[in-house]
């Protein structure tokens, strides 16, 4: 059974998934730990605003569990001690570096996990694969633990997440299953039940799904390799659809129709970004060519290949429209996370348009609700595509959407926050160049309204 758990990483999954544990477990102490104190500090701010991650629900969870039965620590080794069970639920970022460079999953973080619990644990521990990773990790993770340890008995479990950021807490509150894989040995079948009676506290039992290690770690690469495909394969289409002079959500709207399709993941829009898809769609490219399964690798490869185009087509087009040239234009970009109700940029189809369009020589004025101004310049100072200083000198945060919509020649929608829909749109003409222009990436705005208004607009894939 179950009592203590320790989680190892406080970022957008380990902090989430066990603030519900604890409110759904009361009778579960819960430890998350971190490294990082600057964000483990913000864990424990006493002002729930300033949490490091947003999500839609997620104060007010923490602020109930928090002090009770829910703890954030720096303290990683007492937590690895006192715990039953203990996530590991750090970054798994594409290597930079060596064999594997841009493609497979950088273990290293995920390898310090193991040898730190494998030198402090002196009791049975369960240790669970949180992070995405690729097949077979929890087979490296295993002879860590037991070639390094202290004699101690470990289990490893697989148990991916599932979770969509800006409904994170939605989807851990009511999940559309529960993945958890184990070995197919007496003790691992124990190990994993006592997991499944973590999440029988509020999950359906039909909705706990139980696999062996392997299938477990493939199914979180092949669920997002399929998300991600179904974006780049809409997108595709809609830049048929702007030469053939057909309408892209018409076309979405009749092939979702069909039950066989469904309609999610069919709104085509300037591409697909956050931590996951990108990233696990390369390592899948990894491990296929890692087996010589080359024409698999092409295939999932491509996907990723149409995501970069259709970023680039977006920006390019935008250039094209403002007669061919935006050197010294000012275009407002509203929205920096890479989807709405999230602080998330990671990959963000909003920093590689700009990037093109300050490639250019465009002066960009950024508006986002939850994103920090020196998050967006940490973004672009990542690409190296510019100096520091050009950045800065290029590039201006506004705090209000008005201030930073005022004497542009264009607009740029490049994230779905719903406050974009409800803005006074004639205030915004009003004080923009003419004509002015709005480059609708996310299919968000009343295009018939706009023109009504005087807009020139320019909607992803409508001919």
């Keep these: 059974m179950i009592k203590n758990i320790c989680c190892i990483g406080a970022g957008y999954v380990g902090g989430p998934t066990m603030a519900v544990i604890a409110l759904k477990c009361p009778d579960i102490k819960v430890n998350v730990v971190d490294l990082n104190e600057a964000r483990i500090d913000a864990w424990n701010d006493e002002n729930l605003d300033n949490l490091p991650i947003y999500e839609p629900g997620l104060a007010e969870v923490v602020g109930q569990c928090r002090g009770e039965n829910l703890f954030f620590s720096t303290d990683v080794n007492n937590a690895i001690a006192e715990a039953d069970a203990v996530f590991i639920s750090v970054n798994t970022p594409t290597k930079t570096y060596g064999v594997g460079k841009g493609q497979a999953a950088d273990l290293k973080y995920i390898e310090l996990c193991a040898r730190q619990i494998a030198s402090v644990a002196k009791t049975p521990k369960i240790v669970i694969e949180k992070s995405t990773l690729p097949v077979r990790t929890a087979e490296a993770i295993s002879n860590i ?37 184990g ?4 003790e691992g079948k124990k190990a994993a039940q006592a997991l499944v009676d973590v999440y029988k506290n509020w999950v359906e039992p039909e909705k706990i799904l139980t696999t062996n290690v392997w299938s477990s770690e493939l199914s979180k690469l092949t669920a997002n390799a ?24 018409e076309v979405s709207k009749a092939i979702g129709t069909d039950s066989r399709i469904g309609s999610k993941f069919l709104k085509s829009s300037v591409g697909f970004g956050g931590s996951c898809f990108q990233k696990d769609i390369l390592n899948l490219v990894y491990i296929a060519k890692s087996y010589g399964l080359s024409q698999v690798a092409d295939y999932w ?47 963000s189809a909003a920093i590689y348009v700009a990037d093109e369009l300050l490639n250019e020589r465009a002066c960009v004025k950024i508006y986002d609700p939850k994103v920090k101004e020196h998050q967006m310049f940490s973004d672009l100072d990542y690409l190296k595509t510019r100096t520091t200083e050009e950045n800065r000198s290029l590039v201006t945060v506004s705090l209000d959407p008005y201030e930073a919509c005022k004497d542009v020649h264009a607009i740029a929608v490049l994230t779905e926050w719903d406050e974009f829909k409800d803005y006074d749109w004639q205030k915004i003409y009003d004080n923009m160049k003419k004509p002015a222009f709005v480059f609708d990436g996310r299919a968000l705005l009343d295009q018939e309204q706009l023109a009504e208004i005087g807009f020139v607009t320019y909607k992803i894939g409508k001919g």
């Design 183 to 186: 070995e197919e040995t007496e």
């Design 226 to 249: 399929f998300l991600a495909q179904r974006v780049s394969s809409i997108n595709a289409l809609s830049e048929l659809c702007e030469v053939t002079g057909a309408d892209v959500n």
């Design 301 to 347: 490869e491509q996907v990723i290949i149409l995501n970069d185009h259709q970023k680039k087509r977006f920006a390019m087009n935008i250039v094209k429209t403002l007669f061919n040239t935006v050197s010294g234009k000012d275009i407002a970009i509203l929205g920096w996370a890479f989807k709405k109700d999230t602080n998330d940029t990671r990959e």
């Design 145 to 181: 633990l037991k070639n390094t340890g202290n004699g101690v008995e470990f289990q490893i479990l697989s148990n991916p997440e599932f979770l969509a950021e800006g409904t994170a807490v939605q989807d851990l509150l009511n999940p559309d299953r529960v993945l958890i894989g």
